[in-house]
């Protein structure tokens, strides 16, 4: 709460519902700024999707990424993350688009993989992962997958 309060204690004295922009949240949790996926996240806990964050949107963040919540939890959090098209399926665009997050190279302006390379990685995801055989990847496959993941609730954590 001190934290969120030094944002602007102005503010969060008229009105302890405040919402502070997305820009304001980033700057003062570190954690975020860095973070590939630091839109998604902002995106997913923001309760009014409006990219921005109350105290409880920032509670939320911080107990889905404490150490102490449940896997079951994180997955269905992780799975909002990496749900880019927000279609509650995770499609081989979505897989695209994650593998574009984790090998984009800021120096060069520019992607590791090319499209071929992320088409494959996600059919092999796919082929792993979709139990059902839909072509995507949903709620009840991530959860299953990642239950079976033992690093996964390390992974997905951070400390602020």
């Not at 071929?116 to 082929?127: H, P, R, T, W």
Request: hydrophobic letters at 40%; glycine letters at 2%; proline letters at 4%.
């Amino acid at each position: 709460m001190k934290k969120f309060y030094s944002i602007d204690p102005e503010k969060i004295e008229n009105d302890y519902n405040h919402r502070f922009k997305k820009e304001d949240i980033i700057n003062k949790f570190h954690v975020l700024k860095n973070n590939p996926f630091q839109d998604r996240l902002i995106r997913v806990f923001s309760s009014r999707k409006d990219n921005c964050f109350s105290f409880e949107d920032l509670l939320d963040l911080c107990s889905a990424m404490s150490p102490e919540c449940p896997s079951e939890v994180k997955a269905a959090w992780a799975f909002q993350v990496f749900d880019i098209d927000e279609d509650n399926q995770i499609s081989t665009a979505d897989i695209c688009f994650i593998l574009d997050r984790l090998t984009w190279d800021p120096n060069n302006r520019a992607n590791y993989l090319d499209k071929e390379s992320k088409l494959k990685i996600a059919d092999v995801i796919l082929k792993e992962i979709n139990l059902d055989r839909s072509g995507s990847i949903g709620i009840s496959e991530f959860k299953l997958i990642l239950a079976r993941i033992p690093e996964f609730a390390t992974s997905f954590y951070f400390r602020l």
